[in-house]
């Protein structure tokens, strides 16, 4: 090899993985609000080990599992992602049964092992939206969670009060009844599962 | 003289073409299964649209001697070519474990052996997954036929040759941008994988994604620069099977007292190969379009870990026996 086209490689080589890594750095910040399936690793582990098969989303028998075009950049490109205030999650722990690369990762159905490695996100409610909050009594997100009293409990006028154990499913979101929905799902993309 | 094993190997295109059209066809009918599994995990038959009513009943019809419990018992037969769960077994193509150490930098060691089977087929048979499993390969190949018929036409299908080593550097720079990236680069540059996933999408979701577009344009690639270009020039998968079964053991073989250097072989050959002078290489995907096409049955699968040299022209040949007459009139 000549110098000069070794040195043309290296340049070339430079370029490429300067991009690269910029590119890391971009696709840091989603530009739309979704969760990842139950048990799913932190957000740029899952897109590196993510091999994009779809059979999250073949098992899911709630059919909440949806995949990406290119809305949400190149890198999440056919990766699932569950838009809560469409169709939420039941928490069948099924995806994570089938994903073969460990991008999601397998958990029994039962309610401790949710409780503490499924990291969706956390429930938050807007009390100047919510009906029990402006004293009408609802309660309906409170009758949605699957972990009712662990999760999420009232108070007065069925206000709901979100615990430390919610997982972030979004039942309460797609169930809530106010438009727009008073209680939403704040994606929690840095989780760290074990 | 020769024996019906050989004889048989004729009829092996028919059943690669069973083989491409049920794989193909599982393809289709696994998101059919999903819906119906959806439906009766719903218990909502009465407020099913009339589509998915039939859609309901014709998988209920289908699977019923089989199962007891749709919800449940369907989850043993899941996903496509590039993963799938086979009957409680996990397999994944061997790209995606490549893809999955160089983009995660880390060895997941339960999806490692999902490829295992995989791999260790490809060992014995070489790159067999391209011709008798990829649904990639079976639009390709009808692709191609497209392709004799617009020639027949008269219009230009291009039939340019570069090098097969292009698609190792695919394979390489694949790798290279997957490490830097942490993105598996592969799954949106494979076909089989866009394939199984666009025709999940396009039946049980809301209709073909952005893969779609690159299928396409590759099956132009394939029309307008070279037959089957993708897999020969491109393909990461193919790259990687080729190095994989470079020492496969099971290869075609010219046998030269039965060959008549009619060169159909050459013709027939979608991967640009040359069975008429021995050469099969790596690239051979073990297809048998060449053994259904020869006139003479002088093709046939041997176990052997190395190609033969060129045996010379084929005996049955005006070549052979031209040379033969000459060397007798020179002992004359």
Known sequence: MKRRTFVQ?????????????????????PSIRFLRPPGSLSESDFISRCIRCGKCGEVCPNRCIQYFDLQNG?????TPFIIPREQACILCMKC??????????PFEREMNAIIDNVKMGKARVDTNLCLSYQGKTCG???RACPLQDVAIKTGML????????????????????????????????????? | MKSTVVILQRHLNKLRWGVLTVVFGMLVLLPFLHLYQTYEAAHAYDLLLPGEKSVSDSMEWLTSPFINDPVEDLNKLKGTTWSATFFGLKLSDPLAVVGQISAGKIIYLPFLLTALIPVLLTILFGRFYCGWICPATFIYELNDSLATWLRKAGLPVSRRKLDFRLKYLVLGMGIVISAFSGIIVFAAMYPPAIIGREIYYAIALDGFGAGMVFFLMTLLFDLMVSRRGFCRYVCPGGALYSLL???????????????????????????????????????????TACIAVCPTDALSFTVNVKDLDYQGPGHLGHNYRQKQSKQSKQAR
């Open chain 1, 96 to 105: 994570g049964e089938i994903c073969p690369s460990g991008a999601i990762q």
């Open chain 1, 74 to 78: 190149v890198s999440s490109m056919d």
């Open chain 2, 245 to 287: 079964g470079r020492f496969r053991i099971l290869r075609i073989k010219r046998d030269a007292t039965q060959c008549n250097d009619c060169a159909k072989c050459n013709v027939v050959c979608q991967f640009g190969l040359n069975p008429l002078r021995d050469n099969f290489s790596q690239e051979c995907n073990n297809c």
């Open chain 1, 140 to 142: 309906v997100c409170y």
């Open chain 1, 9 to 29: 490689t290296l340049i070339a080589a430079g370029i490429v993985t300067f991009t690269a890594s910029e590119g890391q750095a971009a696709r840091q910040q």
């Open chain 1, 158 to 194: 069925e206000q709901p009060h979100v615990l430390e154990a919610c997982v972030g499913c979004g039942l309460c979101e797609r169930s809530c009844i106010q438009i727009p929905q008073a209680i939403r799902i704040i994606p929690n993309h840095d989780r760290a599962i074990v």
